[in-house]
Every structure is written in structure tokens, then in C-alpha cells.
């Protein structure tokens, strides 16, 4: 465990709101952030961004951006990173399409197989780019099932495996085709680019997230899905691999307890819980919340109090 938490742990019960911004930013190489909540809400930028992230590439800081939001590919991300006018390459992100290509292709996905999508553009995106087969995706979102007496649905034998992510065409169809798939076709894998209750789709309200599709075809097939996106620890594996990086010298900041904050805690890194999202400070410190991080502030800009400290001194 590295000095920030240590110091995180000392506090005991809630965490400490972050006031030590020199400290935290000297103790670590690499920040991860999440993106809905912390970055952008919707298709709104959270206010001190492009100042915060400027200030911590000067610093020598690498920056790396972690996304649930399976419904773009990493190029996409750039492409709404740049219309933001945020400058961040596509290999400095890791969404959850991404993860779900990646774990597929460390598994040596047979290429006679192909990957049934419940998802949108993003996954299908990242499959094509790692070579993979795939079927289903936007292009099911019009077809319709005939329950008219009798009426048995085909499917193709082929699918090895189920990619469940947020889906805005999510229909009848689509359920019924995974849950054949995963039920009937032997060894079939079901895997979940993440497990989110909510989403910002909008910076006016949360929606349904990727979570409700997910528990849909948990429901009909009495399975557990493999969740590739964070908290698992797979997409940090990932990234401490593309970059080399030790994961004792990584702040994880995310605005959500489940997902963010347990994807770091899971990968041995330091936390930072920014309340501009999902998590509200009464949900931080309730007595029923067990998942503390090591620290808490209001936005990533309050980090920008760092370099305050470096000018006056």
C-alpha cells in the first residue's frame, strides 16, 4: 500500500476529504479516471477539467481514462475527447468494448466461433478490430418474434459466446436469442462489459445502465456473467500491462463506490472519490456504505490546489 493509503486508512470509518493535494499528486506516476461523472456529464464538461489535466501532464503525470460505457469504441472516445477539446489519444483510454475484445482474444477465441452482441456500435467495433466473428448488435434492434402456436426460434450453433453491454435497442428478440445461445450451445460464455445500475446518458438525469440488461439474461439463464469492465480486475491487468505501470504508484479516480472505487481497491491502487457523479456524500457516509476510499473531494479540479501550492512556494 502506498503513503496516500496509508494515510486514507488512518482516518478510520468514512474517508478523509483530500486536503493534501501535493502530497496525493508526489506519491503517484499515473492517474486513472473514470469518465461519466468525473471528465463529462452526458455531453457536458464537468467545469476545471482541461485545467486539471493540463496541470498534471506538466507534472509529468500519465494519464490514463477508464470507461464502463460500452456503447463507443476506443476511437470513438477520442473522437468525443477532441469534441470536448480534450487532446487524448485512443491509447490512453480503456473502455469496457474494448475489455470485452481483449478478453476474448487472451482466451484464444476459436475463429470457427462467433460472439452473440446484446450492445451497441462500440463492442462490435473492438471485436472487428481484434478479428473476431460477430452477429447481433444494432442491426437486431427492429426484429420481432412470432408467438403464433408452435413457433420455435432458430439460432446460430456457431455463438461461443454472449457480450452483454448497454444496449438502447434492447428487445424481446435479443433476450431470446442470447438466453438460446448461453443455454443451449455448449461451453458458451457469458460476459458483461459491466454491471452498472445507472448511466449518464444526459447531464439532466441518470438512466437504466448496462446492469438491466445484464440481470435480464441473468434472470432467463440462471447464470453468472463474466464482467470484463471495473470492478473486475482484468481491465487493470490490462492497462498495467500496456504501460508498464506498478499498480502502487496509480490513483484510481471515479465517482462510484461499486464500480470505480472497488476496481481500485481490487488492483492495490490509491483512491480518490469525487462527489461530481453518482455518489453523494450522504451515500459515502452512511453506516451502511462499507467501500471507503481513501480519500473524497468535491471534483477533479479541486486537484488544482496543488498547483497553488507550487506557485506560492
Not at 27 to 46: A, H, N, P, R
Not at 139 to 161: C, F, N, S, W, Y
Amino acid at each position: 500500500m502506498n503513503c496516500c493509503a496509508q494515510v486514507g486508512a488512518e482516518a478510520g470509518g468514512s474517508a478523509p476529504f483530500l486536503t493534501d493535494h501535493t502530497t496525493l499528486i508526489d506519491s503517484v506516476e499515473t492517474f486513472i479516471f473514470d469518465c461519466d461523472g468525473v471528465i463529462w456529464k452526458g455531453d457536458s464538461l464537468i467545469d476545471g477539467v482541461p485545467e486539471t489535466l493540463d496541470m498534471l501532464r506538466s507534472m509529468g503525470k500519465r494519464l490514463v481514462f477508464v470507461t464502463n460505457n460500452s456503447t463507443k469504441s476506443r476511437k470513438q472516445y477520442g473522437k468525443k475527447f477532441e469534441s470536448l477539446g480534450l487532446s487524448v489519444s485512443a491509447e490512453e483510454i480503456f473502455a469496457s468494448s474494448f475489455a470485452a475484445a481483449a478478453y476474448l482474444k487472451s482466451m484464444k477465441f476459436p475463429t470457427d466461433k462467433k460472439v452473440y452482441i446484446i450492445g451497441e456500435a462500440g463492442i462490435q467495433l473492438e471485436l472487428k478490430q481484434a478479428g473476431i466473428n460477430y452477429i447481433g448488435g444494432p442491426e437486431d434492434g427492429d426484429k420481432r418474434i412470432d408467438l403464433t402456436p408452435g413457433q420455435l426460434m432458430e439460432h446460430d450453433h456457431d455463438v461461443g459466446a454472449v457480450v452483454v453491454g448497454f444496449d438502447r435497442y434492447l428487445n424481446y428478440y435479443k433476450l431470446q436469442y442470447a438466453t438460446l445461445c448461453i443455454r443451449e450451445n455448449p461451453g458458451c460464455m457469458f460476459i458483461a462489459t459491466n454491471c452498472d445500475a445507472v448511466i449518464h446518458l444526459t447531464d439532466a438525469q441518470e438512466w437504466a445502465g448496462g446492469g438491466s440488461m445484464v440481470g435480464a439474461i441473468k434472470g432467463s439463464t440462471k447464470k453468472e456473467p463474466l464482467v470484463v469492465g471495473k470492478p473486475s480486475t482484468f481491465m487493470m491487468d490490462c492497462l498495467a500491462s500496456e504501460f508498464n505501470i506498478k499498480t502502487s504508484q496509480i490513483c484510481m479516480v471515479g465517482d462510484r463506490l461499486d464500480t470505480d472505487i472497488l476496481f481500485g481497491q481490487n488492483g492495490g491502487c490509491a483512491t480518490l472519490l469525487v462527489l461530481s457523479g453518482v455518489t453523494t456524500l450522504e451515500t459515502l457516509q452512511s453506516s451502511e456504505n462499507k467501500i471507503q476510499p481513501d480519500f473524497y473531494t468535491n471534483k477533479i479540479s479541486d486537484l488544482l490546489a496543488a498547483k497553488k501550492v507550487t506557485t506560492n512556494a
